[in-house]
């Protein structure tokens, strides 16, 4: 079946404008024949104004005369150019050129050493490999493994900076909800606050009058 533009829309008119059972007009508008049903009752699409397909140019009047002098015959819809300037374009597969392929290991491995925290996932759609590549990498028993070197993949040229740097971050905000969901706790003393404990300890002791070393040898004068 081809997709139409306002199945809801489409719905509503055959229901009010024709003789065609619940699961003739489900079945041209992509619906359930309860939500047919539901719209015939007056219970879903209240507020939506019938759209006649007729007119939009996705179905002819000689398909409709057939479906409605015939129960089980099932209309065809009228390809719609519309209908496919309207669907979401798909996003091309991440393109990696054959002479970069080779270096794929060493982001891999970069990704494995320095951030573990971001997924295999994320590093596959990132570098547009495979889990298993990865897997393989990580666990050094890929072809190629003496030769992997951890090399940024910036620097490679497979990824820019600011994707880079949007997958980290994201990867670091995720861990932390995790580690504050499991009860781990961060260090409540920094270590800034060290040296100021014992400047604080030291300048009690010379209010309390400890000896200096004018009061030991006198002064000079």
């Known amino acids: 079946m081809t997709e139409i ?4 829309a ?11 059972t619940f699961e003739q007009i489900a079945d041209f508008c992509g619906l359930h024949p309860l939500e047919v049903r539901g719209i015939a009752d007056g219970d879903v699409a209240r507020d939506i104004r019938g759209a ?18 015939d129960t089980n015959y099932r209309m065809k819809a009228v ?7 309207l ?13 970069r392929r080779q270096d794929r290991p060493d982001a891999i491995m970069w990704f494995v050493r320095n951030h573990p925290e971001v997924a295999d996932a994320q ?5 547009g490999t495979t889990k298993a590549t990865i897997e393989s990498v990580r666990n050094r028993t890929h072809w190629n493994s003496p030769n992997i070197t951890p090399r940024d993949p910036v620097t490679l040229g497979l990824v820019g900076q600011l994707q880079l740097d949007e997958v980290i971050r994201k990867a670091a905000d995720k861990k932390a909800k995790e580690d504050a969901q ?3 706790l961060q260090p409540v003393v920094t270590e800034e606050e060290a040296p100021v404990e014992i400047e604080e300890e030291e300048t009690d002791r010379f209010a309390a009058g400890e000896p200096t070393a004018e009061s030991v040898f006198g002064s000079r004068d």
């Not at 533009?5 to 809801?8: F, Q, R, S, V």
């Not at 006649?52 to 002098?69: F, H, M, S, Y």
């Not at 390809?79 to 300037?85: G, I, P, T, Y």
């Open 5 to 8: 533009l306002m199945p809801k």
């Open 10 to 20: 489409t719905a509503v008119w055959l229901v009010e404008n024709t003789s065609l």
């Open 52 to 69: 006649d397909p007729i007119v939009n140019g996705q179905l002819t009047r000689e398909e409709l005369e057939k479906a409605q002098a």
């Open 79 to 85: 390809v719609s150019r519309h209908a496919e300037l």
């Open 87 to 99: 669907k979401p374009a798909k996003k091309a597969p991440k393109y990696t050129p054959v002479s």
């Open 123 to 127: 590093i596959a759609k990132l570098l």
């Open 182 to 184: 499991n009860g781990v």
